[in-house]
């Protein structure tokens, strides 16, 4: 008896050639039916897989919103009016920072520099003389 191997199924990236395949069969036969397309072995990936492309990538009606810092800024303005966000969010909204940011960083400078400062006078004060 011999093992018959299943068709492997694709994943990962598509390519162009994948996508201009999908196109002329939506193009074809409309957007529908979609596991037609393994089943006629067009492609090695499966029907939903396909619509998913199709859905999220390739249809022609798509809208791609492109964002500017005005609508950024847009975004930020209308989350700290209504939401009163605190500012570690709205700047980790804003990418600028990540989550676990310092705000109080200056101050804690500050507190870092007088430890040193009081630890080097505490040195020269205590310093037995080498004379």
């Known amino acids: 008896m011999e093992a018959v191997k299943k068709e492997e199924i694709k994943k990962g990236p598509w390519k162009a050639e994948e996508d201009e395949v999908l196109i002329n069969h939506v193009n074809r036969y409309g957007p529908r039916d979609w596991s037609s397309i393994r089943s006629k072995g067009l492609l090695q990936r499966t029907g939903k897989s ?3 492309r ?3 990538k390739l249809r022609p009606n798509l809208k791609r919103k492109t964002r500017d810092e005005l609508d950024d800024f847009k975004a930020w303005f209308h989350m700290f009016t209504l939401f009163k966000i605190r500012k570690a969010a709205m700047l980790e909204m804003q990418m600028m920072r990540g989550a676990d940011a310092n705000f109080g960083s200056a101050t804690t400078a500050e ?4 430890k040193l400062q009081e630890q080097k006078l505490r040195e020269k004060l205590f310093q037995p003389d080498h004379t």
């Open 50 to 52: 396909c619509r998913l």
């Open 54 to 56: 199709w859905v999220n």
């Open 111 to 114: 507190k870092k520099l007088e």
